[in-house]
Nanobody
Framework: QVQLVESGGGLVQAGGSLKLSCAAS????????VGWFRQAPGKEREFVAA????????GYADSVKGRFTISRDINRNTVYLQMNSLTPEDTAVYYC????????????????????WGQGTQVTVSS
């Protein structure tokens, strides 16, 4: 069992930056895919970014490509989401999610493919 804890959310002006963290406890992220998702008020949860922990390959939603960067710190067992050039449309609760990967560089953009979730952290971008 793994527990995920997000941090780093807050209020920022449009054009600003925030860096979210997702720390794992219970077991390491080794052999896992880790994703970031977000849910804005009145909208469905959507994929933002994901990576394969072992291989380091990454994927992004078109809406954040070029602005957001997912990265990992193996020593700290933590995944980050660096968010730059934020707009009010990025306002949402951001969730970290993880799933085991049994070999290979797999990661998923699908919500249903992840079985471990954090509690979420609020990101609010003012205009």
């Amino acid at each position: 069992q793994v527990q995920l804890v997000e941090s780093g959310g807050g209020l920022v002006q449009a054009g600003g930056s925030l860096k979210l963290s997702c720390a794992a406890s219970g077991r390491s992220f080794s052999s896992s895919a880790v994703g970031w998702f977000r849910q804005a008020p009145g909208k469905e949860r959507e994929f933002v970014a994901a990576c394969n922990w072992s291989y380091g390959n990454t994927g992004y939603a078109d809406s954040v490509k070029g602005r957001f960067t997912i990265s990992r710190d193996i020593n700290r067992n933590t995944v980050y989401l660096q968010m730059n050039s934020l707009t009010p449309e990025d306002t949402a609760v951001y969730y970290c999610a993880a799933r085991r990967v049994y070999g290979g560089s797999y990661y998923s953009t699908g919500i249903d493919d992840y079985n471990y979730w954090g509690q979420g952290t609020q990101v609010t971008v003012s205009s």
